[in-house]
């Protein structure tokens, strides 16, 4: 069953503005909540993200490991399929490349599944990943990740609609194939670019 507040409920009297792509609105200060699952409390004493596949090096990291790796910041809008888009956001994390980086990507390697703890998943083509375009997030606003927003860390895509930033966030397993996660089993479209309203399988 899915939770949601009342973030969700469209507000027709926000004024649209150029950075919001079609069928969005400004949702404001508000930040709605809106998951598949229960949300889960994890400790960062046994949390844990991992990368496998084809990859050269398999690894694991744990809280520890992944906070010593050099941060990086994205600021910037993030849209989500339920039509609420946030302006100017700021999230700190570790980039997806220097984790690729660090464990070798195999070149027959396209897709990306990535996974959360709950073991909800989504799928990403690999180059939706790369290139300055994905974090493993900690920090929103300067302060943790707030458990219902998918704390301790979660994957940050911002280009594309926030359900392919899989909260509580687990690792990545690269595939030489695209392999439908949740939502894209369930109704929702296999990218999901916000500028192309990728919302829905048919769209």
């Not at 520890?64 to 100017?88: F, N």
Request: with cysteine; proline share 6%.
């Amino acid at each position: 069953m899915a939770h949601f507040t009342r973030g969700f409920a469209k507000r027709e009297s926000r004024v649209r503005a150029d950075w919001l792509p079609p069928g969005q609105y400004d949702v404001g200060d508000a930040w709605p909540v809106l998951t598949a699952e229960p949300t889960p409390h994890l400790s960062t004493a046994t949390w844990t993200f991992a990368i496998d596949g084809l990859v050269d090096h398999p690894r694991t990291w744990t809280w520890d490991e992944m906070q010593a790796l050099p941060k990086s910041t994205y600021r910037g809008d993030i849209h989500c399929v339920t039509t609420w888009s946030k302006h100017d956001t700021e999230f700190e994390g570790v980039s997806v490349d220097a984790l690729l980086d660090a464990v070798g990507v195999g070149a027959t390697a396209t897709h990306v599944l990535a996974s959360s703890h709950t073991s909800y998943t989504t799928n990403l083509p690999l180059d939706d990943v790369r290139n300055g375009r994905a974090w493993v997030a900690f920090s929103f606003g300067g302060a943790p990740i707030a458990p219902e927003h998918g704390g301790p860390a979660r994957l940050l895509v911002p280009h594309l609609y926030f359900w392919k930033s899989a909260k509580w966030v687990a690792g990545l397993r690269l595939l030489d194939h695209d392999e439908a996660g949740f939502w894209e089993q369930n109704g929702y479209h296999n990218h999901g670019d916000p500028w192309r309203e990728e919302r829905y399988w048919g769209d």
